[in-house]
C-alpha cells in the first residue's frame, strides 16, 4: 500500500520570525524586521516505506543545517549550499548504511551513496555529482577535497551512476532557500557581429559594470562553469592557486564568461584595444579553459605590442582545448608574434603545427614562405624543427575543416 507520509510532508512548514533585519545578498530580496519566512519540506513519493523514511531523513537534515546556517554562519544561508548538503547526504548515507545492517534494505543509488561515504569520499561526491550554480567552496574545505582521489575511485565504483534527490527544503513559494546564483539578472546572449557590435557594445559593457559591482561582495574567486563537469574541473584546476586557497571559490551565472568576452571582442572590434583588455581578461578568470577568450585576449595585447603578455595567454589558450580549429588559430597568431619578435625559427615551427591541423590556411603558407626568405638571407637553418622545438600540440592532424 503506498504511504500517506508523503502527502503529509507535502505540506510540512518551518515558519520563524526574523528578530532582527538583516541585509540581502545580490539577487535576494532584503529581509524586513519581523518578516515571517515559511519553508517546507517536500519528498518525491514513494511506495517504499524505508526509503520514504531515509528521504524524509534526508529533508530534515536539510531544514535543520538551513535553520542552522541562520543563526551561525557568519556568511548566512546563501552560501552555505554546499556544507548543508554533505551534511544531509552524511546524514543519509549513515541511515541507509544502519538499515542495510538491521533488515538487509537494498536500494541502486542509496548502496552507491554508502560506498561513497564508507570511502570518506563524500564531499567530493557532492561537488562532482550534485554542485549548481550558486554554490560557494569555502577556503578550508577546497583544500582538503581530493578530487583526483575521487576521480579514480568513481571511474570504478561509480560506473553508469546517475545521483538522486528525492527530497528539498525550499521557500513555501518554491524559491530556493540560498537564492538565484550570482549573475542570475544576466540575460540570454545575443549573437555578435563586427556589425551589430556597434549597437551592443555599450549595453554589453554596461553589463559588465554592473557584475564589477556585484562581484565585489562575493566571498570567493568566480568561477563561471558551463556545467557540473566544468564546475568539477575547475575546482581541480584551482586547487593549489594562492588566492582560491585564501577565500574559496563560488560557482557563478556560466554566462558571465561569455558577456565579457562579447564585450572585449566588441572593443577590439572597434579598435579600442585597451579598453577590450579589462573583459577579457575577467572572462579569462571567470573561466580559463576559455581558449578562444585567451585568443582574443592576446589580439587585444598585440596591438598594444604587450607581446610577451600576449604569449603567455596564447600558452594559456593552448592548454585549454583539443579543438583543431582553435589551436591552429592560436598557433597563427603565437607564429606572428615571433616574427614580431625577430624570432623566426620558433615563428616558423608554430606555422608548421598550425598546418598539421589546418593545411589548406593559405595566411600561414604565405607567412612560412616570408620566414623562409628571411632565414635563407641570415643564413641561418631552413629546417628548425629541430633547432627551435616547440611541444606538438593536441588534437587531430591534417584536417581540411579548419580555415
Known sequence: MRSHL???????????????GQASSPGTEPQQDGERKEMKISVVPMDDSQLMTAWTGYGVGLASEVLTAEKENPLGVRWSA?????????????????????????????????????????????????????????????????????????????????????????????????????????????????ASCETQIEPLFEMVSRWKNESADLPGLALAANGRAKFTSLVGHFANEPTARAHGVVWVHPGLALLHFQAGFCAVSRGENERAVGPLRTSTELNPFGATAHGELSHALIKLDRLSEALDHLGQGLNATEDPCVLAYLLRMRGFIYIEKGELSLARVSYLQSLDLAPDHEGARSQLEFIRVNLERSGLPLDTRDVAPIKPMRGPTKTTLCQ
Request: charged share 20%; glycine share 4%; hydrophobic share 45%.
Open 6 to 20: 508523503p502527502i503529509c510532508l507535502a505540506v510540512l512548514v518551518v515558519s520563524y520570525a526574523c528578530a532582527h
Open 82 to 194: 554546499m556544507e548543508v548538503e554533505i551534511v544531509a547526504r552524511e546524514l543519509l548515507a549513515r541511515h541507509w548504511s544502519s538499515l542495510q545492517v538491521k533488515s538487509n534494505a537494498s536500494d541502486p543509488y542509496l548502496d552507491a551513496l554508502v560506498r561513497v561515504s564508507d570511502a570518506g569520499l563524500l564531499p567530493e561526491y557532492v561537488v562532482s555529482h550534485l554542485s549548481r550554480p550558486g554554490w560557494f567552496i569555502g577556503p578550508e574545505r577546497l583544500q582538503t577535497l581530493e578530487m583526483e582521489r575521487f576521480a579514480t575511485w568513481a571511474a570504478t565504483e561509480l560506473v553508469d551512476h546517475v545521483p538522486q534527490t528525492n527530497a528539498a527544503f525550499l521557500y513555501r513559494d518554491g524559491r530556493s532557500v540560498f537564492g538565484p546564483p550570482p549573475g542570475s539578472w544576466l540575460p540570454n546572449p545575443e549573437p555578435i557581429t563586427d
